[in-house]
């Protein structure tokens, strides 16, 4: 099934012209992904996950913090077959580099092309996962949060300007 695509994360407190290879954009890269249906957007999920340490999770939180408003994210390939999508994914980290290994801005650990698509956990897993979270509410599932999290994007976005491009790209 051809549904995947691949995207990128941008810094919005980074503008600028960021060249790599063939690759242009007009905002600092910091992360590279593969994905389908709604992936790109699960990163908002560190925003409230404020125990979630890890390198991307702590940068979207500053981006977040210090301008008021969320990454910018742009798919650069759609319609793409898993492989092909992971082999793009790879490609773009060594265009552009990780920042773990000195070679460029990005907050990907790994040099992509690994995930768990398709993936099924156990009948036993599944019990083990339900049971641990018995009792408990996943911040998104929250009318407070989620109207809160709405709020603060709408006051970051305030007065922001895109460009053509970009309107045609997340209409």
């Not at 999770?57 to 077959?81: D, G, H, M, P, V």
């Not at 709408?154 to 007065?159: D, H, K």
């Amino acid at each position: 099934m051809n549904s995947f695509y691949v995207y990128i994360l941008l810094d919005p407190r980074k503008p600028g012209f960021y060249k790599y290879g063939d690759f242009v954009f007009d905002h600092e890269p910091f992360y590279v992904g593969k994905g389908r249906g709604n992936r790109y957007k699960e990163h908002l999920g560190y925003l409230s996950q404020s125990s979630y340490n890890s390198f991307i999770a702590n940068k979207i939180r500053k981006i977040f913090k210090e301008c008021n408003t969320i990454y910018i994210s742009n798919k650069i390939f759609e319609n793409l077959f898993e492989e092909v999508a992971f082999e793009v994914e790879k490609f773009l980290i060594r265009q552009i580099g990780r920042f773990d290994l000195k070679r460029g801005p990005l907050c990907n650990l790994t040099d992509g092309g690994e995930g768990m698509s398709g993936h099924v956990c156990s009948k036993e897993t599944r019990i083990k996962l339900s049971n641990c979270f018995k009792g408990t509410k996943h911040p998104m599932f929250n009318k407070h949060h989620r109207e809160d999290s709405k709020n603060k994007m709408s006051i970051g976005n305030t007065g922001r300007v895109f460009s053509e491009e970009h309107r045609k790209k997340i209409s």
